[in-house]
């Protein structure tokens, strides 16, 4: 049975993702406690793939997913998926709102849930565990009377929900990835996604020129991110997501400029999208319009013109 | 005497960066619950000024900052400081490593010392509270036995330090800005940091023609990064800091031409860089390069040709 590590512990929400990328009736399922054990386990071959966040719509990126990418041997994410965030609050069988003196969960969940909180349970004091699946645990146990946690937390616990599809912001999501060691790229499926990370000179104009070579290929970029890199001060890693697929002649083209021209150039996945729908190659940018053009240069360089 | 308000509570990092960047002898220093508060108390002129931490070399950037820079009325940045991210472990008088049976803090500060706690309190169960300063209260009360603080949380404290200078990323920083109300942009100093946002149209190329401004000016890129806007999916908004000072010719030029051809731009302050130096203009960029060639337009606009 393929074995997928996913950062833990159980009961959160990249369980929940894992849940949607795989089979779990026909993977095993094995929490890793860091991002960077999960991607760990895979450079070792204990397991086949990995699971982690890449990218919150309210937290912003997951550094040690990205770090983890760059670093290390090449590791290929080979798909997404993207979860709302929204959040359940799970209570001791009988438990009212106004018996909940003190709500439990991982900072980052608390502050995403302030405005419900300060509206619902606003005497409650707030007591900080290391995950959502803690919160459940401490709740279970006695040591909090609510907790704020992913949906799965529900699932198979002695608990109840007081309130479920909570948080602050309506459409707020996480993006995840499944990643495993460099092999075959999945077929593209006409609305992928790419994602690269790009070392450049340390110049001005370097990263102008990067967006160019996509640009003048019809490359939508979805997102861009700096890091800065921790061998040489002042020297950045780019991490760019974009619209296409490396078996698209316009991205393998560009790709290829980007490996002539940059320091260093590492490819991340091209996978499909799950966060909405690409817009066509833009005119002289498609496949075949790159096909005809070949042949045309073929034809023009053996001395014949059409 | 001047209020400022900074990411409470206290004895935090954000208080250290803020006793660095104003003098608490001369200022009145009043913690606020977030970033979002902290900035609201800018904006109803309760306080003079706000720090808040943009971005830290390990986990990244802060987007209740960038969001709250980015939305609502303007504000502007007008100083910068830099701490070194090195957390102190405090306990009660007397107790010994050994005697550590729970060790608490932040799970964000418990994320960056991981390797020191498997080293050297391999048996400490981890507490999560819901900030450092906190964590620091948990061991006086008895709560936990030890805390992962900043360095200030010792000063005026009944625990002692049983480590400092403690975490596993040595050079890790996190920035902090000084925000305040539109109005005198400091001084130049010839080491400065400019720090915009801007929103493009959603098309292939959009991003490379603001970075193309910048780079044709001689403009080095300091950091980038892309969020979502909330107003319409797939449109997305762009973090910039570059080398430079709005009143350096070349800057002013880049700004007039980003503010002609991009849906928006605002500008979030220019000032003296913490981070390091930044290089001279590259040839043609100088200020006294900008000024001939304005003398050699006039003059050739006027019939005359040197």
């Given at each position: 049975?393929?074995?997928?590590a996913?950062?833990?512990?159980?009961?959160?929400?990249?369980?929940?993702?894992?849940?949607?990328l795989?089979?779990?009736?026909?993977?095993?399922?094995?929490?890793?406690t860091?991002?960077?054990?999960a991607?760990?386990?895979?450079?070792?071959?204990k397991?086949?793939?990995?699971v982690v966040?890449?990218?919150?719509s309210?937290?912003?990126?997951v550094?040690?997913t990205?770090?983890?990418?760059?670093?290390g041997?090449?590791?290929?994410?080979?798909?997404?998926?993207v979860?709302?965030?929204?959040?359940t609050?799970?209570v001791?069988?009988?438990?009212?709102a106004?018996?909940v003196?003190?709500?439990t969960?991982?900072?980052?969940?608390?502050?995403?849930v302030?405005?419900?909180?300060?509206?619902?349970?606003?005497?409650?004091?707030?007591l900080?565990?290391t995950?959502?699946?803690?919160?459940?645990?401490?709740?279970?146990?006695?040591?909090a009377?609510?907790?704020?946690t992913?949906p799965i937390?529900?699932?198979?616990?002695?608990?109840?929900?007081?309130?479920a599809d909570?948080?602050?912001?309506?459409?707020?999501?996480?993006?995840?990835?499944?990643?495993?060691?460099?092999?075959?790229?999945?077929?593209?499926t006409?609305?992928?996604r790419t994602?690269i990370?790009?070392v450049t000179?340390n110049?001005?104009?370097?990263?102008?020129?990067?967006l160019?070579?996509l640009?003048?290929?019809?490359?939508?970029?979805?997102?861009?991110?700096?890091?800065?890199?921790?061998?040489?001060?002042g020297?950045y890693r780019?991490?760019?997501?974009?619209?296409?697929?490396i078996?698209?002649?316009?991205?393998?083209?560009?790709?290829?400029a980007?490996?002539?021209t940059?320091?260093?150039v590492?490819?991340l996945?091209?996978f499909?999208?799950?966060?909405?729908?690409?817009p066509?190659?833009?005119?002289?940018?498609?496949?075949?319009?790159?096909?005809?053009a070949?042949q045309w240069?073929?034809?023009?360089r053996?001395?014949?013109?059409?």
């Open positions: 049975m393929p074995r997928i996913y950062l833990g512990p159980e009961r959160t929400f990249t369980e929940q993702a894992t849940r949607r795989v089979d779990p009736a026909t993977h095993e399922l094995i929490p890793a860091t991002v960077a054990a991607l760990e386990l895979v450079r070792l071959d397991v086949d793939a990995a966040p890449v990218e919150n309210v937290e912003g990126s550094p040690p990205l770090d983890g990418l760059a670093l041997s090449p590791l290929v994410a080979i798909a997404e998926t979860l709302p965030v929204r959040f609050v799970l001791r069988p009988g438990t009212k106004a018996d003196r003190t709500v969960s991982h900072p980052h969940a608390l502050a995403q302030r405005e419900w909180l300060a509206a619902n349970l606003p005497n409650a004091a707030e900080a565990t995950s959502t699946a803690a919160a459940a645990v401490a709740v279970a146990e006695g040591t009377d609510a907790a704020i992913a937390a529900a699932e198979g616990s002695a608990l109840t929900a007081l309130a909570i948080g602050d912001v309506a459409d707020a999501v996480t993006r995840f990835l499944l990643v495993r060691k460099p092999g075959l790229v999945p077929a593209p006409g609305n992928d994602s990370v790009v000179e110049r001005p104009g370097s990263l102008s020129e990067v160019v070579e640009a003048l290929r019809g490359i939508d970029l979805c997102r861009i991110e700096s890091r800065p890199t921790r061998e040489k001060l020297i780019f991490f760019l997501d974009f619209a296409g697929h078996a698209e002649p316009r991205v393998g083209e560009a790709l290829s980007l490996h002539r940059c320091s260093d590492r490819f996945g091209s499909a999208r799950a966060d909405g729908d690409s066509p190659p833009p005119p002289g940018t498609g496949t075949a319009e790159f096909t005809e070949a240069l073929t034809q023009v053996a001395g014949g013109q059409a």
